[in-house]
């Protein structure tokens, strides 16, 4: 079984958590002994059995793949989407049926991702918010899609338990407009609760960043730039006395399922990624913005954060991940021999 790997998210534009699940997805891929390497753009003797697609595929690169004779399995971060209103999801799903009666002529959501859905022979999604997404809205058989799970290092799986001697809130992530990074260290401030602030900005010439920086004051707003060494990090982690986000959304946060392997207790944004995840073990920003009521809730978890249970709940390795992915591969390459 071989095994190409595409994603059409450039790692030296814009990182992120994709480039992380790509990178370890692959190591952990060929540490069980399976045959997987980068798709080559460029390299027209390159061959496979199975494209692994992280992102939506056109709908032209699938045809393209099943006609030298690969399954195509196709890993979604619906985000944004798994986490939009109820009304919303249902206009959203009107307006798919709609364009899926319309001729195929006119080619209309042709290269959407829920035309690529149906496409593709596998879809994978890490939660059960964006699973509903892709059977219930683009309306894709319950049979081509599973869940699965994000991993982490074995450096996170062994990590101590947290001092929490360090005096603060640490909140890790990318400074950018989804990450409500400004406006948590406006709360900060507002609150008079120190919050570390670890990761770097998409473009440091940017507003966004010039006003999160401008607020930076070493007290309430502490800032550590993006830690490259797994050790270093968790370092920062075990010191905080709780862990923070406040994303606009996510589909499965890195940061959070990090913050909870070394035992800190988590303050969240109320969305279905996180209630799914975490439910009862987390703690919540109230659902509708207020400046004050957000501010009064960070006050209260940073003083009360030593009395909030931490979160207990399975994390997974990339070694299990890359093992449910085999068999993933195999089914696909099974219904291929029959």
């Not at 930076?216 to 050790?231: A, C, F, G, N, T």
């Not at 207790?265 to 279905?272: A, N, Q, S």
């Amino acid at each position: 079984m071989k095994v190409l790997i595409d994603c059409h998210h450039p790692f030296a534009l814009a990182h992120g958590g994709m480039q992380v699940q790509i990178e370890q997805t692959l190591a952990a891929l060929r540490a069980l002994g399976i045959n997987a390497e980068p798709l080559r753009w460029w390299d027209d003797q390159q061959r496979g059995d199975l494209l692994h697609q992280f992102g939506p595929a056109s709908v032209e690169t699938i045809q393209l793949a099943h006609r030298q004779g690969m399954k195509v399995v196709m890993t979604l971060l619906l985000s944004q989407t798994c986490n939009r209103s109820p009304s919303q999801l249902w206009l959203r799903k009107m307006l798919i049926g709609g364009l899926r009666r319309l001729p195929q002529q006119l080619g209309a959501g042709r290269n959407s991702v829920w035309a690529s859905c149906h496409a593709a022979d596998h879809i994978l999604v890490g939660l059960e918010a964006e699973r509903r997404v892709v059977v219930e809205n683009y309306r894709v058989p319950a049979a081509k899609v599973s869940t699965l799970p994000l991993g982490l290092s074995e450096t996170f799986l062994q990590a101590l338990p947290a001092t929490r001697d360090g005096g603060y809130l640490i909140s890790v992530g990318t400074i950018a407009p989804v990450k409500r990074s400004l406006e948590l260290a406006r709360l900060a401030r507002s609150a008079q609760v120190p919050v570390l602030f670890v990761g770097k900005p998409f473009e440091p010439g940017d507003t966004y960043w010039r006003e999160f920086s401008a607020l930076i004051d070493d007290r309430w707003v502490r800032y550590q730039p993006h830690v490259s060494s797994e050790l270093e990090l968790i370092k920062l982690y075990r010191a905080a006395c709780g862990f923070v986000l406040m994303s606009q959304y996510e589909n499965w946060s890195f940061v959070a399922q990090e913050a909870a392997a070394c035992d800190l207790p988590l303050l969240l944004v109320d969305l279905p990624w996180s209630r799914e995840r975490f439910g009862g073990q987390a703690n919540y920003f109230p659902r509708q913005w207020d400046d004050e009521a957000y501010a009064a809730t960070l006050k209260t978890f940073s003083e009360k954060a030593a009395t909030f249970p931490v979160p207990r709940l399975k994390l997974h390795s990339w070694r299990e991940v890359a093992q449910s992915l085999q068999k993933v591969y195999e089914a696909q390459l099974t219904l291929t021999a029959r």
